[in-house]
């Protein structure tokens, strides 16, 4: 399709697209989840699931990343991210500004996007999903739309949709009902003779049940890391001295930076306080909100300044309402599956009841290794830079 023509059918959905707006519904996910990819929850559903715009289900591109077998890079250099299957060749290629998707490098459509909730990119989930050969699914509870959820799968479910959303009770406590099927467990102890460096990491130290995580690392002789803001080292400058003194890394954390100037100030900030309660600094930071939209020239800014930027390669889903039993057989599929695992959890009941079992895993094989984070260690990016 020509720009000409793709000209004319944006003038001719400029109605449709303003209607999205005004008849724009946000899926609440405070009864019912909202988004599902084969038989887990999106992990973001509470603060970015699923969108209703103009009569179309909309989900954040990110959620396509999360199937083994799609690829999805962003490069915000050319304003472009692109979702690729490997296993059909099929891609679909987007530039956001202009809004205009390439469909395998052949076919050209004017693609309405929308970018919400703290910077995700919503796309058509039906679309997607169709150009990407993957399957999809919609449940509306008692006909509202309010109460609708998504799925998209490619063939490895295990249970219904129905069965998924009956089953679906969050237990805030910390979980024992099974919200979802276990995950298969594949790894037994002394069967894996592949080298595996694992680091576990907290973001948080706000949470009571913190006490009981250090205990159970002191008990498995095991050093974490903890990323923390600069508010948190103010109001508990006594806990990032107890975590030094156990041996375990304190890097820094923040949640929201305009750009990566700002994120560098917050940095120097939360050090200035720490060497203030520890006479130490560290160089171990992480922005947790994600570091897509950034670009080489930010991460050079971050390395000329001292810092090691750190991401994670498994986002715990310990405080989205899912079972402890179901975590448990998630983080240990997680591990057995790459040599560098990097595993964040919250500072929560449930990952105070995962983390014994983990442990034990990990320290009953001699082939697994479990570190603190050091300066001296090759960071491991969200974005694989």
Known sequence: MKRKQIALIAAALVISIGLGFVFSVHVSAASTPSLFH??????????????????????????????????????????????????????????????????????????????????????????????????????????????????????????????????????????TSDTLPPVTDTGTPGTDSTARTNYITFNTISSAPLESILQTLEEYRVMATFFVTAEELRSMPETAVALTAGGHTVALRCDDAENVQDFLNKMDEANDILYGITKKRTRIVQFAAGENGWTDEDYAMIRDSGYVLWGWTYDVPDSVGYSVRYVKSACRQEVVQNEINVLRFGCNNTAAQVLPDLLDFLTSNNNYRVYPIYASHEEVRLSGK
């Open 38 to 175: 084969n038989d887990e929850r999106w992990y973001r559903d509470t603060s970015a699931g699923l969108e209703i715009i103009g009569g179309l289900y909309y989900v954040p591109v990110d959620v396509f990343g999360m199937f083994r077998h799609l690829e999805l890079t962003m490069d915000s250099r050319r304003g472009e991210f692109m979702v690729y299957n490997r296993n059909t060749g099929a891609y679909i290629s987007v530039l956001y500004s202009e809004k205009i998707a390439s469909i395998n490098g052949e076919d050209e459509a004017y693609l309405n996007l929308y970018k919400l909730h703290g910077g995700y990119y919503y796309v058509p989930a039906e679309y997607f999903c169709t150009v990407l050969s993957l399957g999809y699914e919609v449940r509306r509870g008692s006909g509202s739309v309010v109460d609708a959820s998504f799925r998209i799968l490619d063939g490895r479910e295990t249970k219904t949709f129905d069965e998924l959303l009956e089953g679906y009770a969050p237990d805030t406590s910390g979980g």
